[in-house]
């Protein structure tokens, strides 16, 4: 069974940082591609990044202006997300996603993290 | 980068009612990377069909997927009451990967 658990969440003050962390079971984690995906509270969903498998390649969303980094320990079975510069509207539960070994679609979510930026 | 636009906002249906959703694309997506999801309040979106029109593990048919270019439709055939919930649909072609806004199925 496919398992994403995610931790790191928490209040932080505008202009902080965050580490998020997702632990996954269930299956060969250095071949598949993954992501985060986050929803600020009574919104919709949005795509935040994604690296393949082997950590090569990476991707975000262009909103995030460099502000995020994602990152992967293959031999940890973890996947991050290092959140910089945090802003307000970037208040929303994170989920850790898993995808294909060539990238998309999102087959298995986490429960979410839930990450508040405020003063 | 593509914008995808969910009409309508929100669908009032009855249970046994059709149910049509739409996704239409700023720009063209190959087929191969369209999907939908489906998220009731407190819970994870799941996957429901990719490559635009085809059914993930476990969903039941009365869910089909269609479309091509810049328009793509989710259909419901039958409602029942367990479909009530916000639906998405997203592009995954690589880098980005956006979703539509959403609509929302509820009740009438």
């Known amino acids: 069974e496919v398992q994403l658990l995610e931790s790191g969440g928490g209040l932080v003050q505008p202009g902080g940082s965050l580490r998020l962390s997702c632990e996954v079971s269930g299956f060969t984690f250095s071949n598949y591609a993954m992501s985060w995906v986050r929803q600020a509270p009574g919104k919709g969903l949005e795509w935040v990044s994604g690296?393949?498998?082997?950590?090569?390649?990476?991707f975000y969303a262009d909103s995030l202006k460099g502000r995020f980094t994602i990152s992967r320990d293959n031999s940890q079975n973890t996947l991050f997300l290092q959140m910089d510069s945090l802003r307000v509207e970037d208040t929303a539960l994170y989920y850790c996603?898993?995808?294909?070994?060539?990238?998309?679609?999102?087959?298995?979510w986490g429960r979410g993290t839930l990450v508040t930026v405020s003063s | 980068e593509v914008v995808l636009t969910q009409s309508p906002g929100t669908l009032s249906l009855s249970p046994g009612e059709r149910a049509t959703l739409s996704c239409r694309a700023s720009?063209?997506?190959?087929?191969?990377?369209l999907a939908w999801y489906q998220q009731k309040p407190g819970q994870a979106p799941r996957l429901l069909i990719s490559?635009?029109?085809s059914r993930a593990t476990g969903i039941s048919d009365r869910f089909s997927g269609s479309g091509s270019g810049t328009d793509f439709t989710l259909t419901i055939s039958r409602v029942e009451p367990e479909d009530f919930a916000v639906y998405y649909c997203q592009q995954y072609g690589r880098s980005p990967s956006p979703f539509g806004g959403g609509t929302k199925v509820e009740i009438k």
């Open positions: 490559d635009a029109s």
């Open positions: 690296i393949i498998g082997s950590g090569g390649n990476t």
């Open positions: 720009q063209s997506v190959s087929s191969t990377y």
């Open positions: 996603v898993q995808g294909t070994p060539t990238y998309g679609p999102f087959d298995h």
